[in-house]
Structure formats: structure tokens, C-alpha cells
């Protein structure tokens, strides 16, 4: 297996690749540019009326009535479909019972990370007892494990058997759920072979932050640290990103119903939008590589 | 290119379709569909389906039909392997156009994120009507013309997409045979956006066939004659895709207003061009010409509820049809600022949208952000204005006078795609006793069928596709809403509160036979409205089909 010098310099290496493409496919996203409306019902912070799907078009010259939104339908309902997987439930049962395993899987792990962060916070802050939370999070991270590998082996089945997905199943998908797979198994075989995972994992951790070499962990322990490190670097570049662009595809297209105000924000973007050429190359167009939007779309089109 | 495509003549493939297959094969049909594909209707309707019209041996040897045996779009065959690739090299180039910020700022977010992140989970593929109504088509799966476009996209437009793209994203071919396929295919979808409903990640698939049918409008000079040359083409030519102008529709109005005047002992005079009045009232002109009984009633109810409205005869300006939000953003803009640039010129305190779904989608929401500065013209739906007028009590109503079964057809481009659902059941609910709901109804409706443009579109034997497949789960709707009454003794009502709805509900009706099967007939919100008014002696609802 590696050594500790070269299983912390990799370490860095894969967790630098993740933290910087992450951070430039999230503003990758975050900086397309304003749409055309495209909102889609039921907007859940239309209050008093996301239950039916309405909206504040409802309302007779709603430009001069005021704008009541309610946050908290739309967190809950946020909340809903990232913990439950609501629209699956609803649309695709069959899925839903390996799909809802695999999600609250990793977001079990992720929350015996953040256990472990804390616990080992605290510890380093004096409150000794938190050492004592190690099993706990070893505990959790077995059940995450657990979900994730049975979520993870039914989704893989299904890829390769379900008529809906095979056509549709590219290589690369089918490499991702062996990857999260590995890193489920080897986390597993780690904890059945009754080693202290968490315990192995934060002095690993704390051996990266230090540049501790001396840092020594099994053939099953470095396999799966590195295996899950080598999913966070490749995870920015896949589809498996559909987690941030979740968030903009709600609030910036489902959900995104801001009105245009004159010299307001949209106004603004809307009009820097509408002065950049146009280069379509249709007749009717007539777009000559010079006029922008503005100029194609007031041009006198009368016989 | 070889032969295809009529039932009794095709060349068809056996095999199930895959992603690649669009490419594959262009002499023969892809996927073949006709009515014994398709789910059965409730009785009587289950019975017999009405044969499919067979193609022309002309439009068979002249035109591109290997998509699905049906031809909406009649792309002439190549004249040579030249032509082939120039057509190839535009897609390409379009391809590359639909990505970037300056030509397609209008819809490159949710572009970029649907192409990007649809896990194909296939959660949408039963919530689209045309894929349940034909039993599963692999073509009309939503997720199938998505995934060649994302294929293509990475293999096409992508550093490194030829050597990596199979890995990421699966096989494809660029050529004749997947641009003339995917072409015929955009117009599979009613852009209901249902399947958008269902996604658990926010994917729109609808978006995509809109998306498609742009690149092919606006860099290969593609689309549909009817929505096109005969709609926004016609439209900014003459001032109507109707083809009328404004002396055509100033006398059609007066006719229409004399013929109310006969019909319900109330005189109306429509207003034309009235400077400062406080609603423009814009038509989808298509109402003046196939139900002239709606923009009469509206009539009659703004008079007697005293509103300050008017008609204008500005080009455009009494054509509320948009059919650029169908395909092409440079259209939809042109006429979008048309409409505004009416209303200003009449300086109105407001446009309000007629009886018509994509004219209120594309007026009060998707042109929001073009229509900027002295432009920005107030847009409002005239559902909440009648909801506004039937319970001001300035017009005396007998609920009574509309004692029938009514139901409900919601516009997927006023309900699911702007959220205006209960208004107009609000005043159904008070001015019709027997009015019931659609399963499912509200912002979970199904598309007419007749969305996207199809209702004005019925070349070859796309009527029969759009109608018996595009149409068949609304069909069971409206069946399953008027179970308790079935027969033809009571006459029932579907109310459709959209004029393109209207064109399709009327070629459906037809199509099954309904009115005489069943007893139903259907019309608009106003014409309930009108019905059910005191001063209004003699019923305003015609049974019969029109």
C-alpha cells in the first residue's frame, strides 16, 4: 500500500481538485445569464395559494396588490423532495425504494462526518468525554454504509435490467455506482472487520492538517479513504452535480417569478441582455452579424 | 433515401429503438405508431378508433417520413449528398448557437441545466400524455429526444466529445437521417410540460423540444408552415396569422356585434382605437373567425359591466396569437413587441389577454423581459378581470339558466404554466349548478392534445396522430367527468377557456363522433357567463357542434 507521505500528498491533490471544481461548476451555474420566464406551477411560496398551484396572476391587476411570499412552504417543500425524494415517490415507486436508501445513505455518512468533526472539535477543545462519540459515529456511519450499499446495488440492477434505463445507462453511469459502491463496501468490510473507522479516519485527518506521517492506517482503511477522495475530485465533473443544479433549477426556472420593474435589477440585466448581437443564420433572422436583439426584434416586418 | 412510410407499404424495423437508432437506418420508419397501438377508450368509444389517412404516394416519394409513419412537417427529400451536408453543417452550427450567451441568453440557464444534469430516471415518462396514450413509444418517451440532443451535444460541441462522449454519454451520429428525425420529432410534444412537473431534479423536457424546434427555425430556416409562413410570418406582414387585416377585422367585429344584437336583444357597439381607455382587450383573431360568439360576448359583458375598454386595428394589435413561443425567439419578440407598442400608442392603463392560453403564457410572462422601458406595458389574464366583473354585482346573474353538466378543461399555458387556476372556477362554481372536475384537473391537467401549435396544424395524417394520440387522454377526461351522464339525452358542456384548446377540442369531438355519441358540445368561460345573464333572454349556449 502507500505510504503516509504519499497518501497525504494524494490526499491534498484529490481534495484540491474537488474544492476547485466544484467551487467553478457551481459558479459555472450560478452565472448563466437571466431567461425569459419559465415558471412552472405550484410555485410553493405563493401564499395562501401553492397548495392549489396558483399564483399572484391571480390576482385582479396584481401590480398593485403586494407580493406575499411564504418561505416556509418553500423550505418545507425543498425539504421534502431533498430528504424523501418526494417527486420519485410520487412518479416512480418502483425506483423510490432503492433511490430513497442510496440518498439518505450518503446523507447518513455526511452527518457521521459532521459528528466526527465535532466530536473531535471538542475533544481538541479539552471536553475529553467527546472521544467517547467515536463508536456513535462508527455506529451511524455502518447504517449509511448499509443504505447506500443496498440503494447503490439496487440502482446498479436496475441500470442493467430495467428496459426504461439500459438504453439509457451510459458507461459512465454505471462507473460511478461501482465507485460509490467500493467506497460503501470498503467502509463496511472496515467497520465488520471491527476496526474503529471513525477513529481511523480522524486521525488521518488531523494527520493532513499536521502533516503527520506517521499516520498509519490498514490496506481496507487506505482503500476506502482513498477511494472516497477519489469521488469527491471526479464527482464536479458528472451528472452526479444534479445536487447543486437542483437548487437553480427550482429557484432560478421553476420558481423564479420576479416580475420586471422599471429600472429595477431585471430591468437592467434584461436591457444589457437585449444589446448583444445576434448572429442566427436563418433568413428571417436577417440578423447580418451586426444588428443586436433590440434591433431584430422592433424591425419593421410589414410588406 | 429509400421508401417508407405508408402502413401497407413501409419498411419497418423490427428491433426495439435505441438513442442511437435516430441515426441509423433512414430508409426505414423508426417506430411505427396507428390506432391499434393505442390504449381503449370508455365505452362506446372503445367500439371502432377511425382508420388513419394513408399517405399520398406523392408525399411518400417527395417528402421525409421515417420518424413515426406520420408527416407534420414535409421536409422535401435531398436533392443530392451536397445538400445532405449543408443542412448537416447548420445543425452543427446551430448546435453551437443554442450554447452561447448572446444568442440564447433567453433560455440558456434552463437549457444548460437540463442538458446537464437529467440523471435519466425516467420519473417523468408517465406523466406525459403522448407517451401513455400510445403505449409506451419508445420516440415519445420524454426522455428520448432529450438524450440525442445531449448526445449530440457532447459529441458535436465538446473539447474532446468525439473520444469521450460514448463514455459519458452514449453513442450517436450527426447526419441527414438524425436532423430530419429529430426535426419530425420536436413535434411530438404538446410542450405541456407536465413531464417538467414530475422531474425530481427540475429537467425540462418540454424546454428541450422548444429549444429544438428554435435551432432549426432560426439557423436552418425550419418550422412548421402553419405556425411560420402562415402564422408569425403572415402575422407581421398583414397584422394576423388569420390573415386579416385591419379593414377585415373592423367589419368582421361589426358583423359580430349585429349578430349579438340579434341573439341576445342587447345592443353592442365594439370600441376601436379609444385613446386613454383603461383596457386594451387583445383577441386571439382565430375567436373572431371560428367563434365569433366569444369575442361578442365579451363584449356584451364588459358594456354591461361598464368597463373603459377597447379593441385596437393597429397591425398586430388585434392578434393576440403568439406562435413564436412555440419555436423561435426572434419571432416571439417581433410580435410580443408588436403588442406592446399598440397599447402604448393607445396609452391604455392595461393589455388584457383574451380567451387564449399561449397568448396569456407568452404575453404576461415569457415576453416580461423584453418589453422594458416605455414598453413595459401592464399584461393581465381576462380571467381574473371576469372574476372581477361576475362578482361586482353590476351584472344581475340566474345561476339556473346554466343547469347543466359542466366541466372544466384547464390551458396548460394558463394553469400549470402561470397559476391562474381559480378564478374561472370560481365562477363556475357560482354560475353553474352541475359544474364537476377533470381527474386530475388544476396545475396536473392533460394537454388538449392541441399545444405547441398542433391545433392549427393538421397536414397528411397528422391530424390523426394529434387527435387520436396528442388528444385520447384528454378524451377520457372528459368521458370520465360526464360518467354519471354518458348518453346523448342530456346535452353536457366542456368549457375550454383557450382558443388553440378550442380548435383541438373541436377536431376531437369530431374526430369520436362525441356530440352525437354523447351529447357534448364545448365553448369558452364567456359564453357561460352571457348564459347566465338576467338581461340575456333567449340561451346563449348553442348545442350543436361548431
Same mark, same amino acid.
Given at each position: 500500500?502507500?505510504?503516509?507521505? &504519499? ?27 437571466? *431567461? ?96 467517547? =462519540? ?92 482513498? $477511494? ?76 | ?128 400524455? &403522448? ?20 448526445? $449530440? ?15 459519458? *454519454?452514449?453513442?450517436?451520429? $450527426? ?96 370600441? =376601436? ?60 419578440? %417581433? ?73 372544466? *378543461? ?30 386530475? *384537473? ?47 339525452? &342530456? ?14 377540442? %373541436? ?17 369558452? $368561460? ?21
Amino acid at each position: 500500500m502507500f505510504s503516509s507521505t &504519499v497518501l497525504i500528498v494524494l490526499s491534498w491533490a484529490l481534495l484540491a481538485v474537488f474544492v476547485v471544481a466544484f467551487v467553478l461548476r457551481t459558479i459555472r451555474m450560478a452565472k448563466l445569464p437571466i *431567461h425569459l420566464r419559465w415558471e412552472l406551477a405550484p410555485v410553493p411560496h405563493e401564499k395562501g395559494k401553492s397548495h392549489y398551484g396558483g399564483s399572484y396572476l391571480e390576482e385582479f391587476e396584481w401590480w398593485t396588490k403586494p407580493r406575499e411570499t411564504d418561505m416556509v412552504k418553500e423550505a418545507s417543500y425543498m425539504l421534502q423532495e431533498i430528504l424523501f425524494l418526494r417527486a420519485v415517490w410520487e412518479h416512480n415507486r418502483r425506483l423510490w425504494w432503492f433511490s430513497f436508501p442510496f440518498h439518505i445513505g450518503m446523507y447518513v455518512l455526511i452527518a457521521a462526518g459532521g459528528l466526527l468533526l465535532l466530536s473531535g472539535g471538542l475533544e481538541l477543545a479539552g471536553v475529553e468525554a467527546a472521544a467517547g =462519540w467515536r463508536s456513535g459515529t462508527t455506529v451511524l456511519a455502518a447504517a449509511g454504509f448499509a443504505l447506500g450499499g443496498f440503494g447503490a446495488l439496487g440502482l446498479m440492477i436496475s441500470r442493467i435490467v430495467d428496459p426504461r434505463f439500459r438504453d439509457y445507462t451510459t458507461p459512465a453511469a454505471l462507473f460511478n455506482l461501482i465507485l460509490l459502491l467500493a467506497i460503501f463496501a470498503t467502509g463496511g468490510y472496515a467497520i465488520a472487520a471491527s476496526q474503529n473507522l471513525a477513529s481511523a479516519v480522524w486521525g488521518f485527518g488531523t494527520g493532513l492538517v499536521t502533516g503527520d506521517i506517521a499516520v498509519e492506517l490498514s490496506g481496507v482503511q487506505q482503500a476506502h479513504v482513498l $477511494l472516497g477522495l477519489l469521488f469527491l475530485a471526479y464527482l464536479p465533473f458528472t451528472r452526479m452535480m444534479h445536487f447543486v443544479a437542483k437548487y437553480f433549477t427550482y429557484h432560478q426556472v421553476r420558481w423564479d417569478d420576479e416580475p420586471l420593474t422599471s429600472g429595477g435589477r431585471l430591468e437592467v440585466e434584461a436591457n444589457r441582455l437585449l444589446g448583444q448581437p445576434v448572429t442566427w443564420g436563418a433568413p428571417h433572422v436577417n440578423a447580418n452579424g451586426c444588428k443586436n436583439w433590440v434591433d431584430v426584434a422592433t424591425e419593421e416586418m410589414k410588406s | 433515401m429509400g421508401r417508407c412510410c405508408d402502413r401497407g407499404d413501409e419498411v419497418v424495423s423490427t428491433k426495439k429503438v435505441r438513442v442511437k437508432d435516430i441515426g441509423k437506418r433512414g430508409d426505414e420508419v423508426l417506430c411505427p405508431i396507428g390506432p391499434e397501438d393505442l390504449f381503449e377508450l370508455p365505452p362506446p368509444y372503445n367500439e371502432s378508433e377511425p382508420a388513419w389517412k394513408e399517405l399520398s404516394e406523392a408525399t411518400i416519394d417527395k417528402v421525409v417520413c421515417n420518424l413515426d409513419g406520420v408527416v407534420a412537417l414535409s421536409i422535401p427529400k435531398p436533392k443530392d449528398e451536397a445538400e445532405e451536408k449543408e443542412y448537416v453543417e447548420k445543425f452543427r452550427i446551430g448546435l453551437t448557437k443554442l450554447l452561447e450567451k448572446n444568442n440564447n441568453w433567453t433560455f440558456l440557464q434552463p437549457l444548460m441545466l437540463s442538458l446537464e444534469y437529467c440523471v435519466n430516471c425516467q420519473s417523468c415518462n408517465e406523466a406525459c400524455p &403522448v407517451f401513455t396514450s400510445s403505449g409506451g413509444k419508445e420516440i415519445y418517451r420524454p426522455t428520448y429526444r432529450a438524450e440525442v440532443l445531449r448526445r $449530440l451535444v457532447a459529441k458535436y460541441t465538446k473539447p474532446g466529445g468525439k473520444l469521450f462522449s460514448r463514455f459519458t *454519454h452514449g453513442d450517436i451520429d $450527426l447526419n441527414w437521417t438524425t436532423i430530419t428525425r429529430l426535426y419530425e420529432l420536436a413535434y411530438r410534444c404538446t410542450l405541456c410540460r407536465r413531464c417538467a412537473q414530475a422531474c425530481p431534479i427540475g429537467i425540462d423536457n418540454g424546454l428541450i423540444s422548444r429549444e429544438l424546434r428554435k435551432l432549426f427555425s432560426q439557423e436552418l430556416g425550419w418550422a412548421a408552415k402553419e405556425l411560420h409562413e402562415k402564422g408569425t410570418v403572415l402575422q407581421l406582414e398583414v397584422g394576423s396569422s388569420t390573415g386579416m387585416n385591419e379593414v377585415v377585422v373592423k367589419d368582421n367585429i361589426e358583423f359580430i356585434d349585429e349578430d349579438m344584437a340579434d341573439e341576445t336583444g342587447i345592443e353592442v357597439t365594439t370600441p =376601436w382605437d379609444k385613446e386613454g381607455a383603461d383596457v386594451l382587450l387583445i383577441h386571439n383573431a382565430g375567436e373572431i373567425l371560428s367563434w365569433p360568439e366569444n369575442p361578442g360576448a365579451f363584449a356584451i359583458i364588459l358594456d354591461a359591466a361598464g368597463i373603459d375598454w377597447t379593441l385596437s386595428s393597429e397591425s398586430v394589435g388585434y392578434d393576440g396569437v403568439n406562435y413564436g413561443l412555440f419555436y423561435d425567439d426572434v419571432q416571439l419578440s %417581433r410580435v410580443t413587441v408588436k403588442h406592446a407598442e399598440a397599447a402604448k400608442k393607445l396609452k391604455v392603463n392595461k393589455i388584457v389577454a383574451g380567451e387564449c392560453g399561449h397568448q396569456h403564457k407568452a404575453m404576461l410572462t415569457v415576453s416580461d423581459r423584453v418589453l422594458t422601458g416605455d414598453l413595459a406595458v401592464k399584461r393581465e389574464s381576462c380571467l381574473t378581470l371576469l372574476e372581477e366583473i361576475v362578482f361586482s354585482g353590476k351584472i344581475e346573474f340566474d345561476p339556473s339558466k346554466n343547469d347543466f353538466p359542466v366541466t372544466l *378543461h384547464d390551458p396548460c399555458n394558463i394553469v400549470r404554466n402561470l397559476g391562474i387556476v381559480e378564478p374561472q372556477r370560481r365562477i363556475l362554481r357560482y354560475l353553474c349548478p352541475q359544474f364537476r372536475e377533470m381527474t386530475p *384537473h388544476g396545475v396536473d391537467n392533460y394537454c388538449c392534445g392541441g399545444g405547441s401549435g398542433f391545433a392549427v396544424m393538421s397536414p397528411n395524417n397528422f391530424t390523426d396522430w394529434r387527435v387520436s394520440v396528442g388528444g385520447r387522454m384528454k378524451l377520457k377526461q372528459i368521458l370520465d367527468a360526464f360518467a354519471d351522464q354518458p348518453g346523448p339525452e &342530456v346535452p353536457k358542456y366542456l368549457c375550454a377557456p383557450c382558443s388553440n384548446c378550442k380548435g383541438q377540442i %373541436r377536431d376531437l369531438l369530431q374526430y369520436y363522433d362525441v356530440l352525437e355519441k354523447s351529447n357534448i358540445t364545448y365553448g369558452g $368561460l364567456v359564453e357561460l357567463i352571457v348564459n347566465a345573464m338576467v338581461d340575456v333572454k333567449k340561451p346563449f349556449i348553442k348545442w350543436e357542434m361548431h
